[in-house]
């Protein structure tokens, strides 16, 4: 057997994301808050592709029992993806702390306390994958939403340093930039067609990119371009900017 | 956003309705009229257009399969190319599949598709066991051929009309190879294509590929291909992703001399006589599904699917006759394919009946509908009928000539307290 650990398997991401690995005869793990609420979903897994699928109970936020939820799988997984993701709302978020520190310590200080558990695992093995998906809206800040970009800034730098330090130990590190994605989290939002992926072409290039190792992945593919031009543009411009 | 059929021809505003649960979709039916589903936009015209349209091609999951009997029980969004994609590696096909596997299982239903093999398995409603429907009152029930006979006959071939379709169990049937052996027969007239339709109809797959820009005595020219599955027990199936068409044509890319181009090199490659291929399912089944977005080929102003069927006893006078008319018209069209099909069901609007069926595509544009309406007065005079899974314009009384069942639909629509709560833009037009 050969598992999968999807963190945040709530997602229409990490739906996506797990259904493509479990077509490439990957057996999944899925991790999330209430994961009972999974079942249906983990059944059509099952239904169709016969892999196993077990459904795991995890809250991002509870720090003190992500050692515990990884002690407590009897088969390690061969890589993990995590695709926990809070966009909240960045009015709120100006106004309350308390909804900055939810949308800082689910997109990135959670995240950084279960992976700092399985790296050391992978390091210690020698092997294994670690795919986290971040965001576009981390490469700079815009007022629509930077505490949100800012915590997936310093995912995407987490992931790098990640990389870094395990690249010796053989463990690949995968970041991945979604730019708009057609999911419940955009759901309402008016967003441009042709730069609007659906969550299987984000699920299917993870895969494609994470089975030959890419470092970052923008996907759709053009985000790598838009990104460059946005992350170009002068300050004394884009401060000015509304986009 | 609004939505588009795959004609991408008319373009009006729709307001779409998501839903994640039943309950859900409950309020959304009882707030609602017009309301139609939407699967995943394969209708080539207005049959799932309409101020309110319900998407339900989300709903996509595989709840069970029994390997005893072959039957799948999926949510109605499931794609016929996810169930190949799971179910053909252990063996199992559709026992009924149109010529794309790009559609959900409740758009099959709904639309009650056919295939090549219509005239040994009949349509998609022959593999289904039962379904559950939403009505117009919100109550879901499950409905199958003698659970509900009424509503069955409604809801097979229904265009969405009677409610939305939540589930299905649906029987695969048993293959040993993802190949195909198919026999290729080039004819040089519409007499000969007749004839090498009757001569290999004990095949269970068929279909013929016309040049409809043919004239005089090569009028109905063809490449009949004939086939069945291997038995070699290589069932290694993909679900292959090809070329996509990145963007919408200009209208005039598609023209007269590029049909006539295209149609004289897929014709053209063919030797003369019958000649013998192995291919693969993708290839046999969905050679179109090769191609991403095709339908932008026919630039913005989209295009319309013209198919309708003649009773097998004036199927070639009709035929000639118009053949005639579009070679004469000029109009071209890619693909025009013809197919003897099998004995009609009791639903009461699938399209099938015993008989020859054409299928041409044709680019929006001056004259088309004038064209198309002078096509109906001869599918009428041989007492034809059209398909409202490709139309978008035909009109009230051609389609009622051709259907003998339209009053036991209406009635039960009324009855059922449906013709407000679900209407489409097509129903609206030929007032169904």
């Known amino acids: 057997m050969s598992y999968v650990l999807i963190i945040g398997a709530k997602s229409d991401i990490a739906k996506s994301t797990a259904r493509e690995y479990a077509k490439n005869g990957y057996d999944i793990y899925l991790a999330a808050r209430n994961s009972a609420e999974l079942k249906d979903y983990a059944n059509d897994l099952s239904v169709r592709t016969e892999q196993n699928i077990k459904l795991l109970e995890l809250d991002i936020l509870d720090y003190k029992n992500h050692q515990k939820f990884y002690d407590d799988l009897d088969e390690k997984p061969l890589g993990v993806i995590t695709a926990v993701g809070y966009l909240g709302e960045q009015k709120d978020a100006a106004l309350d702390f308390k909804e900055s520190q939810k949308i800082i310590d689910t997109n990135y200080t959670g995240v950084v306390s279960i992976l700092n558990i399985i790296a050391n695992d992978f390091e210690t093995r020698k092997s294994g994958f670690i795919v986290g998906i971040s965001s576009v809206a981390g490469d700079r800040g815009r007022k629509s939403n930077y505490i949100y970009g800012s915590a997936k800034a310093a995912l995407s730098t987490y992931l790098s340093g990640l990389r870094n330090r395990l690249y010796e130990s053989s463990v690949h590190v995968m970041t991945v930039k979604p730019g708009f994605v057609a999911t419940a989290m955009t759901e309402g939002m008016d967003l441009p067609e042709k730069l609007t992926a659906q969550p299987e072409e984000v699920a299917s290039d993870i895969y494609n990119a994470q089975q030959k190792n890419v470092n970052i992945l923008y996907t759709k593919w053009m985000w790598k371009w838009v990104m460059l031009i946005i992350k170009h543009i002068p300050e004394f411009i884009f401060k000015k900017m509304s986009i | ?432």
Not at chain 2, 150 to 172: M, W
Not at chain 2, 179 to 190: M, P
Not at chain 2, 330 to 359: D, M, Q, T
Request: charged residues 25%; glycine residues 8%.
């Open chain 2, 1 to 432: 956003m609004s939505l588009l059929s795959w004609g991408l021809y008319p373009q009006v505003a729709n307001k779409v309705f998501n839903f994640k649960t039943t309950t859900e979709l409950n309020s959304i039916v009882s707030d609602n009229d017009e309301l139609i589903p939407y699967g995943n936009g394969r209708s080539y015209g207005d049959s799932a257009l309409s101020k309110n349209i319900i998407n339900v091609k989300p709903h996509d999951y595989f709840i069970n399969f029994d390997d005893k009997d072959g039957l799948l029980h999926v949510q109605a969004g499931v794609l016929l190319s996810e169930v190949l994609e799971s179910f053909v590696p252990k063996g199992w096909f559709l026992k009924v599949t149109p010529g794309t596997k790009l559609i959900t299982v409740g758009g099959a239903i709904a639309s009650d598709v056919h295939g090549k093999n219509h005239h040994v398995e009949g349509c998609f409603s022959e593999c289904v066991k039962e379904f559950d429907i939403m009505l117009a009152d919100g109550n879901i029930v499950t409905c199958s051929k003698t659970k509900k006979p009424e509503l069955f006959k409604s809801t097979c071939g229904g265009q969405g009309l009677t409610g939305i379709i939540l589930s299905a169990k649906i029987y695969l049937k048993k293959i040993n190879s993802q190949y195909i052996t198919q026999t290729t027969i080039k004819t040089k007239n519409l007499k000969e294509t007749f004839k090498a339709f009757e001569e290999y109809k004990d095949l269970p797959y068929s279909v013929a590929w016309i040049d409809c820009l043919a004239k005089g005595e090569q009028l109905g020219k063809c490449l009949l291909m004939v086939g069945d599955f291997k038995d070699d027990g290589d069932l290694n199936y993909k679900n292959k992703t090809g070329l996509s068409i990145p963007f919408t044509f200009p209208s005039f890319a598609l023209n007269n001399l590029s049909v006539k181009v295209f149609n004289w090199l897929y014709y053209g490659k063919v030797k003369v006589g019958v000649s013998k291929q192995k291919v693969d399912i993708n290839t046999f089944f969905y050679p179109l599904d090769a191609i991403g977005h095709w339908n932008r080929i026919y630039g913005k102003n989209g295009f319309t699917q013209y198919q309708f069927i003649l009773p097998k006893e004036h199927s070639f006078e009709g035929l000639h006759q118009i053949l005639t008319a579009i070679s004469d018209s000029g109009k071209g069209s890619f693909l025009a394919v013809l197919k003897l099909y099998g004995k009609a069901n009791e639903n009461y609007l699938s399209f099938p009946i015993e008989g020859y069926s054409l299928a041409l595509d044709f680019k929006i544009e001056k004259g088309l509908f004038e064209l198309l309406d002078q096509l109906d007065e001869i599918v009428v005079k041989y007492n034809g009928r059209i398909y409202l899974t490709k139309d978008v314009r035909v009109s009230k009384e051609t389609f009622e000539k051709g259907y003998p069942h339209i009053e036991t639909f209406r009635k039960f629509r009324e009855d059922n307290k449906m013709s407000n709560k679900f209407q489409s833009l097509q129903s609206k037009r030929v007032g169904i």
